[in-house]
C-alpha cells in the first residue's frame, strides 16, 4: 500500500524558503496525482497545490503563486514543495496527499495522507 512522509518544514522568517519533500514508497508516483495541503490552527484544510504527470502543476490557491512551486525527482520517487517568500499566512501544518488517478482533484478527494509537516513563518 502506498504510503507518504513529509519533513523539511521548521520555522522560517517572512521573507525566507523552505523546501518539503514528499516520498512516496512502494508505488511509482507517476500513476497518482500529488496534492499538496494545509492546514492553520483553527482553519479547514485547504488545498495549496497539485501535480500530476497529465496536468503538471495545478494551483489552487492565488495567494502561493509566484512564490510555492512543485517539483519532482524521480530516483527518488519524491515530489517537493518549493516555497519563497514566506508569509506569517503561510503558517500551518502542510500535508501531501496521493490519489489513484491522473487528474488533480480538490479537498478531500485523496486516498492517501501523509502525517503532516509543521511549517512557522515568524520573525
Known amino acids: 500500500q502506498l504510503q507518504l512522509a513529509e519533513s523539511g518544514g521548521g520555522l522560517v522568517k517572512p521573507g525566507g524558503s523552505l523546501r518539503l519533500s514528499c516520498a512516496l514508497s512502494?508505488?511509482?508516483?507517476?500513476?497518482?496525482?500529488v496534492g499538496w495541503f494545509r492546514q492553520a490552527p483553527g482553519k479547514e484544510r485547504e488545498p495549496v497545490l497539485c501535480?500530476?504527470?497529465?496536468?503538471?502543476?495545478?494551483y489552487y490557491r492565488d495567494s502561493v503563486k509566484g512564490r510555492f512551486t512543485a517539483s519532482r525527482d524521480n530516483a527518488k520517487n519524491t515530489i517537493y514543495l518549493e516555497m519563497s517568500n514566506l508569509k506569517p499566512e503561510d503558517t500551518a501544518t502542510y500535508y501531501c496527499?496521493?490519489?489513484?488517478?491522473?487528474?488533480?482533484?480538490?479537498?478531500?478527494?485523496?486516498?492517501?495522507w501523509g502525517r503532516g509537516a509543521q511549517v512557522t513563518v515568524s520573525s
Open positions: 501535480w500530476s504527470t497529465v496536468q503538471g502543476t495545478t
Open positions: 496527499a496521493a490519489r489513484t488517478y491522473h487528474y488533480c482533484a480538490g479537498y478531500p478527494n485523496y486516498d492517501y
Open positions: 512502494r508505488v511509482t508516483f507517476e500513476n497518482y496525482a
